[in-house]
């Protein structure tokens, strides 16, 4: 049997996506695990955590070896043990005899310095910069007028905060627990040290804000889920348009976000050239996810967030490698059975592959 382990840092948390892996796994011939990477032996390389036993229909504590396959949902914090939780997995990345269903994407600065580099993905990229001080912030503040401060690492929109040049005032926003959050600066010096104590905490890049607000004055980006298939090959699961608060910041599901089918977004949208949308996505999607393997690492799933901006202009907001289900469980929900499959069927399918190690990580 094909043996598969699911890291995560909590593994004794229920989650309904990893119960129903395991229960389409025995028609795979396939055996799953599920742990965290802190729970390796490092004297026995043996692991403490969980497996799906199949006869009980139940997760139940065993200790085991390492599984062949590996499949990351880990989510990685500011603390000592998301770090040490991560230098393990890097170290899993770089054994020979163990292969991940995908090994993942650099942060976001990384990937926007490699994907401007080519021609045909470069254009759909905001321009982006390092906040490297107060006043680079203001400088990028003052030609824009409106900007966004993004962390170099992280998803579901935490940290991001808002900036925006009225007359001679700046006025922040950001989104903590849902709740809107708003700050305002009459001095530019005393902003300056608000955002000294900002950059200390993280590394943050700066984007011109993009004019994604909809006839409700609520921001709107299209969430797109890809996944490889059983013959290892790209293909769309599903879409989705996300829509944040009235005159809010986000478009992340974790913030509130509203959830609704592209369709049905078609339909009401009407101002919008639907044709030439479609065909400018579709041409996206067919040069990215290959792109980023060959620029970094093997890849098994994606979530992509586009902008479609007013002017019909579409923008590459964000690329996850560990992405969410929301937008199927929500829009599809009979599409789901496929997502419980997916991970099993391109593991299947990598048992066929000869193995190949992956490096520099």
């Known amino acids: 049997m094909i043996t598969l382990g699911i890291l995560t840092l909590i593994p004794h948390e229920n989650n309904a ?7 389409h796994a025995n028609q795979y011939k396939i055996k799953v695990y599920l742990f965290s990477p802190l729970a390796i032996n490092p004297n026995t390389l043996l692991v403490n955590g969980l497996q799906y036993d199949n006869e009980l229909q139940k997760w139940i504590n065993s200790d085991y070896p390492i599984p062949e396959f590996l499949y990351d949902r880990c989510f990685y914090g500011e603390d000592r043990k998301s770090t040490e939780a991560g230098a393990i997995v ?30 045909e993905i470069a254009p ?27 962390p170099i690492n992280g998803a579901h929109g935490y940290a991001v905060y808002g900036l925006k040049l009225v007359d001679n005032t700046i006025k922040i926003q950001t989104t903590k627990q849902k709740n809107l959050i708003e700050k305002t600066f009459t001095n530019h010096e ?19 804000r993009l004019d994604n607000i909809n006839k409700d004055g609520s921001p709107f980006d299209l969430r797109l889920l890809l996944q490889k298939d059983e013959n ?14 009235k005159d809010g910041l986000l478009t992340n599901i974790s913030a509130g976000a509203s959830v609704s089918s592209y369709e ?34 093997p890849l098994f799933e994606l979530g992509i967030d586009i902008i479609i901006a007013k002017d019909q202009s579409i923008w590459i907001l964000d690329i996850n490698s ?13 599409d789901m059975e496929a997502l419980y499959e997916a991970p099993l069927a391109y593991c299947q399918y990598l048992s066929t592959k000869i193995k190949t190690p992956i490096e520099d990580f």
């Open 90 to 119: 890097s170290w899993l990345k770089a054994r020979k005899d163990i292969t991940f269903l995908g090994y993942g994407l650099p942060n976001k600065w990384r990937i926007y310095e490699t994907l401007i580099k080519c021609p």
């Open 124 to 150: 759909y990229l905001p321009i982006t910069k390092k906040a490297s001080s107060p006043e680079k912030v203001i400088a990028e503040l003052r030609q824009h007028n409106e900007i966004i401060l993004k």
């Open 232 to 245: 290892g090959n790209w293909c769309e699961r599903g879409r989705a348009i996300r829509t944040g608060c």
């Open 190 to 208: 005393q902003a300056k040290i608000w955002l000294e104590k900002l950059l200390t905490k993280q590394i943050f890049l700066i984007q011109p």
């Open 17 to 23: 996506y990893f119960d129903e892996i395991a229960k």
């Open 322 to 334: 560990k992405p969410g289900r929301k937008i199927i469980s929500l829009t599809n929900p009979d």
């Open 264 to 297: 049905s977004w078609c339909s009401e949208a009407t101002h919008f050239n639907h044709y030439y949308l479609k065909s400018e996505i579709l041409d996206l999607l067919s040069i990215l996810p290959t792109q980023l393997e060959s620029m970094f690492h």
